[in-house]
């Protein structure tokens, strides 16, 4: 833990910063040294009161000379959330643009499942026959939708390990995830009752130190198994695939594009709602949810005056990647 005392006039703020960051799962300890640093620099100028203005942030960003392109986008992300912190506590500040962001983008275009294929989908899981070779009729029903019903990362949902899921409270913990972020993350009942079962199936002599989903030598399942049956029960569903997809990974884009359509059909306030899916589903900031909401608007054109007349200033004009 730091030993640095916050001194300037913003030194209640930026603890409140930091707070509210960690408690919606964010590590920040990088964030936090930076905040320090933006504190004394705040101080040693002799700012006083509670500003942000376009001189003192780019000074702060972007006066070491020999500082990395992926250095100023790191502090451009850290200012942007302070700034837009302030004004949520009622301070009128400039809002840093976050702008040094790499040049190269991925070009691929998520696939979103629609309900017809992701019906068909798991109940080609469902009718996968029972056999002694495998328990792949046990394992795939409970993983497949966790991944979609959770927007879990394959790599976050095949890393769980039995001490990680509370059947009780209904929450899987996520640990060391991307972005250096653990969180926890809620169930829905029907899928506590699956958890359940398929521990009672596979676990009755495990330790909580052992991998949930496992194979039949007791072992972590590996992502190449988990998209190898991905790929047959596409198959057996009739969907098709192609070098564009779908990919696992679409489940988790596809849980967030549902999720935002129908906070817009159903009239919810996404400005305030947005923070907990990104904090749900371990975004790093509010880009790869922002992404989502343009996503949404594009695939569904009748809601998308919804989105645009009330929250084109959230909507992002480019491109968001991200992968497993």
């Known amino acids: 833990m730091s030993d640095y005392q916050h001194k300037s006039d913003l030194a209640e703020l930026l603890m409140c910063y930091l707070k509210e960051k960690k408690m919606t799962g964010f590590k920040f300890e990088k964030q936090a040294r930076e ?9 040693r100028a002799g700012y006083r009161g509670v500003k942000l203005t376009k001189s003192m942030t780019d000074a702060f960003i972007y006066g070491i000379s020999y500082e990395k392109r992926s250095t100023h986008y790191k502090k451009e992300i850290l200012l942007n959330g302070l700034a837009e912190f302030l004004i949520r506590q ?4 400039y809002v840093p643009p976050v702008k040094s962001a790499p040049a190269e983008r991925c070009a691929h275009i998520p696939y979103i499942f629609s309900e017809d294929e992701l019906k068909r989908f798991f109940m080609a899981i469902d009718r996968f026959p029972p056999s002694d070779q495998t328990n792949r009729y046990l394992v795939d029903p409970v993983l497949f939708r966790l991944l979609y019903g959770c927007g879990l990362r394959v790599s976050e949902a095949i890393n769980l390990k039995i001490g990680d899921i509370d059947l009780r409270s209904g929450t899987v913990t996520i640990l060391g995830a991307k972005n250096g972020k653990d969180r926890l993350v809620p169930l829905a009942e029907s899928l506590v009752s699956r958890f359940r079962r398929l521990k009672e199936e596979l676990h009755t002599l495990s330790d909580v130190s052992n991998y949930f989903f496992i194979s039949p ?56 709602l947005m923070p907990y899916l990104a904090a749900y589903m371990g975004h790093a900031d509010f880009r790869g949810t922002q992404y989502y909401l343009r996503l949404t608007a594009d695939l569904y054109p009748d809601i998308i005056q919804k989105t645009e007349a009330t929250l084109d200033y959230v909507i992002p004009k480019e491109a968001y990647h991200e992968e497993d």
């Open 35 to 43: 905040l320090e640093r933006f504190d004394d620099y705040y101080y």
């Open 217 to 272: 030598r007791a072992s972590r399942l590996d992502k190449s198994t988990v998209y190898y049956r991905f790929r047959g029960y596409l198959l057996m569903a009739g969907i098709s695939h192609t070098k564009q997809g779908p990919r696992v990974h679409d489940f988790r884009h596809s849980y967030a594009v549902h999720c935002l359509k129908k906070w817009v059909l159903s009239d919810g306030e996404l400005t305030n």
């Open 90 to 93: 009622g301070h009128r500040v």
